[in-house]
């Protein structure tokens, strides 16, 4: 470990295994997901609707923001003292019966899980949801040994069955509508009814079909967790389908992955977050199905019980004492909804299967700045996520503290002046005589020529790196100088 | 060196770089950790929030449950029943009872309906909390039927979140399920759709003692 700008460097979540990192940079896949105009209809539809439950369910609380406030100092408490709630997370599992493994990264996550899949005997696993498994590729991992791994989420199905990518925290589906869900079913369920209409209710039941005997015949599940109390060493997942109650109830072994981040400290924490996250996630009072299990209970649900605690890059970022406070995420997606630049290019165009404001301050800081450099600028710095965040991130000070952190990280690294600082530099030399700032203007005016509607959509290089994701408004027909020479006469 | 001391050490490292002020000195949240609704208003509220998410509610008196269940059962037709270890309320001759002793996921299917009790229940939330108990059973018993049938008794009623989360501190280290409506489903385009792996229906007594 050494040290940059005071921080320590940590290890962060290694390259070419899971899904955290871009293939192109933010701009060029944003242009291109806003050219499919069914995905921006799909998005804008889901989010219009989500917000509008949220707002509603938010307003019945008189205690909201103190439950917000509550919640920030949970975790700000938690991540203070971190490795002292793992350990008693760790003992209160192991004193139930439970297994504790500890994951430098994902590969060495990977690696366990398949262990304990094949300790099991089992070439077949059922899935609940889970990001953090996103993350690691856990799926193509046990694939690549051969074992398969069945997604019984709804929307984890429909991803899975049409060898797509996840777009949404929370409905990893919500770039597909309700017909491209029929063919999705009809092409790939095998045993589907081919009558099978695009109605919500029709499709839920060709799912429950589908998946009811792999349920029933499951000898392993594998889940993430939601909330861990250290004090208890109770593992917490919400749900809403009943296959989280199927995975984590029927099959003789189970295995948790979890990023260390979820650990909260005391069981009356959880009843903070059990009135944070249904009512921020799904807009509803509660969700559904909540289950909690510790260790080992004798005679009901699993036998075998593992948890695997996750870094792959998160003491990365706890080690920025600013940028640690991504890691209060309890993943509800809100931030996501309320964002105007996500509800235009949905989740894909962020690459890391974190999408949205928080994916843009998480990954970066999980695979390192440079490996997700143009996340940070993913933002209009609205600031509607942080007013929406149950657990108050201030997420435009993130993204702004990481761009600084990515710009001092350049510049330290490249002998060669970034455009950036040319730019500025030119700029500066312009600006600080008014003989060459005048014929500059001059200069600029040329720009109402190739303006149309008041907007220049491409300028000429070297300045086309700004105009690449925004338009630059024309310049007026004359400057405040000239105004002022002809209202005032030739200056004071 | 073992993944856990690398792990543990990298935290302990990361937070020798202090955030600025001490997370201890956030201010305390006045949340409610109290109700204000006992009585009929709290059974009121239950069942209105029950309602809401789309599970059946049927009202009963301690001298009345009897009947009550068997006229849910009967609107059911249901045939079959899987019993918790110690229901302790009566069920009508028309059914065939089996107490649950361990069976499997395959003979749980084969049963029109689960009859079991609760342990607490969240008025603001619609929410019942079962913890494993005698009078409920293994969390596979009301999973796999498609029917539940579930008795909730007024003193097992609390308003908050909070409120359940304290009753429920002796059960913490239970298999707990917190169950609000059927089973649903918001994945496609976000419409709410009932019934997906879960029970598709859930029907509550709410029992006045």
Redesign the interface.
Known sequence: MNTFLGLPVMPTAPAGVGHLRQNEPFPDAARRALANTQLRRNLGKATAHIRAKREAVVAELPDWEELRTAGQAIKARTIASLDKYLVQLEAAVQARGGTVHWARDATEANAIVTRLVRDAGATEVVKVKSLTTDEIGLNEALAAVGIAAYETDLAELIVQLGRDRPSHILVPAIHRNRAEIRDIFLQEMGDVDPGLTDDPAALAEAARRHLRRKFLSATVGISGANFAIAETGTLCVVESEGNGRMCLTLPQTLITVMGIEKVIPTWADLGVFLQLLPRSSTGERMNPYTSMWTGVTPGDGPQTVHLVLLDNGRTAALADPVGRDALHCIRCSACLNVCPVYERTGGHAYGSVYPGPIGAVLSPQLTGIEDNASLPYASSLCGACYEACPVKIDIPSLLVHLRARHVEERRRTHRLPSAEAVTMAAASWVMANPGRFAAAQAGGRAGRLIGRRGAISALPPPLAAWTRARDAPVPPAQTFRQWWAREKGNGP | M???A???G???????????G???D????????QGDLTGAALLDLLAS?LTD?RAHVRRATPSTLADEVSAALTRRGARTVVAPPDLSVPLPAFVAVTVDD?LS??EL?DFDCVVTKAAVA?A????IVLD?GPDQG???IS??PDYHLCIVTSGQIVHL??E???RL?GS????????????????????R?E?????RTLEVILVAE
């Open positions: 073992s993944a856990r690398e792990v543990l990298r935290i302990r490292m990361g937070l020798l770089n202090a955030s600025d001490d997370p201890a956030l201010p305390a949240a006045e949340y409610r950790r929030r998410y361990g996921p395959g299917d969240i603001e939330t619609g929410t494993g293994r969390r596979a999973l796999v979140v909070p359940a989360i304290e501190t913490a280290g239970q298999p707990l399920t917190w169950i609000s409506g059927p089973s649903a489903t918001s994945d496609i385009e976000l419409e759709v019934g997906v792996h879960g029970p």
